[in-house]
């Protein structure tokens, strides 16, 4: 069943005569006749008693037009609604977002939520580990999180800025005023760390273990403006990415080593339809981070 068949039908109905009909569709007669009798044989019962040249609905014709008229206009309801989709008049876009990345991230947000305000957003911040879970799900469009090689043939990267890891020390503190600091007096601080989970900690954990150094942890915290409240008392420090780094009573420091570079990635399902909001979104992400 066609919705060509579907229009012809309707159109058939409303003037009961298939050379009007026809002649209204820009269609031959024959056309009409044999979509109609196509129709016909799907669905097994005449739609139109056909006397001469005159032709009038049959029972199961007046019942099967209301069902027909329903699928037209629905199907007109859809591309309307893919036009608005094409057009960002309407739409939703579900984005997975690494803790760190949130200062840089809301700044695209205030921008893609003012330019296009009837495109729902959903904004789910985790762990790489389980960002990266609940794309294969098919739970996001795309995740911003740090990314290190292998990658996945499924999945497909792209670039969105180095950051720089940092030691995040509060203003007071007597380190403060450093230009930059070493792994290992990194290692001899009290430190208050994101959770093990985190793929930064872990970048760390590898970094630290590289030099055989052993870091002093005192605290693992699930959010970094909580981690912020703890810096800034002046007794403990943390580390982060550069980009994470926004408030004025804390100071980051850049951590010595070629290593100490981290690439935050832009990653969605190679197979994946691309939504015309989702590209916008990445417009606007790369204009802020350039």
Known sequence: ?????????????????FTEAAKALNISQSTLSQQIKQLEDELTVPLFNRIGKRVTLTEPG???????????????EGLLLLQDLKNLN?????IGVIYSMRILFAKTLVQFARQYPNIKIQVVFGTTKDLLEKLNLHQFDFVLTFHQKPEEPHLKYQTLLKSNMVLVTAKKSSLAQKKNISLNEVAGLPLALPFSGYNTIQFFEESFSRKNLVPNICMEINDIPTLFEIVKTGHWHTILSDASVNDPDVTAIPIDGKNMKRTIMIISLKEAYEKEAVKKFYE?????TT
């Open 284 to 288: 606007l992400l790369t204009g802020v």
């Open 90 to 94: 309407a739409g939703k876009i579900t």
């Open 62 to 76: 007046k019942l099967f037009s209301e069902y027909a008229l329903q699928s037209l206009n629905r199907a007109n």
């Open 1 to 17: 069943m066609e919705l060509r068949q579907l229009r012809y039908f309707l159109k058939a109905k409303e003037l009961l005569n």
